[in-house]
């Protein structure tokens, strides 16, 4: 009797199959434990939170870290997802020969509304086998932030969720305070 198997593709296959045009050049996915993976259309809200953290990191920023908004992190042989924004160590090239990978993320920030599953699941799993020590889920529908810290190979083990009137702070850097309130009030200026 024979088994089937699946073929997992290499960030290397994957590459080439970007460069040959098998992937199309706008083509919205990402390779996640070897499988390529449709990513969902980004809806308004959705880009205008991203478009909010993004602004809000850059002014907090102050040379310490380098905002990346929707950059692939090589996560593993097998891995190199399309996270929403993150936070990394200053690289003196900007990463320009390279993509970050976990020991140069300092935060990485999802933002979910259809994703929220996949993101919670998959996602959230792969991120804490490779060592990513800090993610962020932006919940859309429920406008929170779920905060997971201690990355193992199953996931994260600590999990805490900030709400309206709460403040998310990343563990790289505690003076950098997100008021969950103001993000997820519309901008009036």
């Known amino acids: 009797m ?3 198997s699946k073929h997992r593709f290499t960030t290397r296959e994957y590459h080439r199959m970007a460069e040959t045009g098998v992937l199309k050049p706008d083509a919205r996915v990402e390779l996640l434990d070897g499988q390529i993976i449709d990513m969902s259309p980004i809806g308004p809200f959705h880009g205008s939170m991203v478009k909010r953290l993004n602004r809000l990191f850059n002014n907090l920023a102050a040379g310490r870290f380098l905002v990346s908004v929707q950059d692939p992190v090589l ?3 097998h891995s190199e997802p399309q996270p929403d924004l993150m936070l990394l160590k200053p690289a003196h090239d900007d ?55 201690e990355p193992h190979y199953a996931g994260y ?4 969720v900030q709400r309206t009137g ?3 702070n990343p563990l790289a850097f505690p003076d950098v305070s997100v008021d969950v309130t103001q993000l997820f009030c ?3 200026k």
């Open 2 to 4: 024979s088994v089937l």
């Open 166 to 168: 709460d403040k998310a």
């Open 186 to 188: 519309p901008i009036n």
């Open 75 to 77: 996560l593993d042989e």
């Open 95 to 149: 990463y320009s020969t390279r993509h970050p990978g976990p020991e140069d993320v300092l935060l990485l920030v999802e933002v979910a509304d259809t994703s929220l599953a996949y993101d919670r699941g998959e996602k959230l799993t792969a991120y804490g086998r490779a060592g990513i020590r800090e993610v962020w889920i932006v919940n859309l529908a429920e406008q929170a932030i779920e905060t997971y810290r």
């Open 157 to 160: 083990g600590i999990t805490t």
